[in-house]
Every structure is written in structure tokens, then in C-alpha cells.
């Protein structure tokens, strides 16, 4: 069984920062995908980053420029470091993670940005 631990969240004002952080603890042979997707209430989950095992990236429009996923395999843990935030990120954070043979979600942390 694999846990996934996310921390970071928190209330920031609009213009500001914060790093959101993943850790993966459990049986773990290999790490595959990692990725970051939230949920704002009303509506649907959606994806924001992610980050591939050769280090390779993608981004959602909405926060190309703003966020950056990154990833420390020797620690099990994947990062998104948000700049710039503005009040439409404001959501539940989740992350996702590939571990062999199948897909991991984390519980969930909130981010609320006040403008």
C-alpha cells in the first residue's frame, strides 16, 4: 500500500506564493508520473501540471508562467510551487502520482488566495 501526504495550503493574498508538497511513503519499487489537479467548488477536477519520469513538463493554460511542478525521486516527493497566485486558483490541491502498477491520490490540501 502506498500513502500520499500533501502540505503546503494554506490562505495567501492574491500576488503571493506558496509551495504545495507531495510525499509518497509505502511499498515503492519505481515512480512514474506525478501530477498536481484541483478542484474549486461546483466544479469538476482539473488538471494543472505534471511533471514525467524523464523530468519533461505540462502545464494547464491557466497557470503556465505562474506555477512550476518539480519533482525529488531519492525523496518520493513532488512539489508546485505556485507565484502570482490569483483568486480563481483558489481550490483543493490534489496530488497524483504514478507508482507501479497503479495511480495514487493524495487526500487533498486548500489553497485560498483572498483578493
Known amino acids: 500500500q502506498v500513502q500520499l501526504v500533501e502540505s503546503g495550503g494554506g490562505l495567501v493574498q492574491a500576488g503571493g506564493s506558496l509551495r504545495l508538497s507531495c510525499v509518497a511513503s509505502?511499498?515503492?519499487?519505481?515512480?512514474?508520473?506525478m501530477g498536481w489537479f484541483r478542484q474549486a467548488p461546483g466544479k469538476q477536477r482539473e488538471l494543472v501540471a505534471r511533471?514525467?519520469?524523464?523530468?519533461?513538463?505540462y502545464y494547464a493554460d491557466s497557470v503556465k508562467g505562474r506555477f512550476t511542478i518539480s519533482r525529488d525521486n531519492a525523496k518520493n516527493t513532488v512539489y508546485l510551487q505556485m507565484n502570482s497566485l490569483k483568486s480563481e486558483d483558489t481550490a483543493v490541491y490534489y496530488c497524483?502520482?504514478?507508482?507501479?502498477?497503479?495511480?495514487?491520490w493524495g487526500q487533498g490540501t486548500q489553497v485560498t488566495v483572498s483578493s
Open positions: 509505502g511499498r515503492i519499487f519505481s515512480l512514474n508520473t
Open positions: 511533471i514525467f519520469i524523464g523530468g519533461s513538463t
Open positions: 497524483n502520482m504514478g507508482v507501479s502498477p497503479r495511480t495514487y
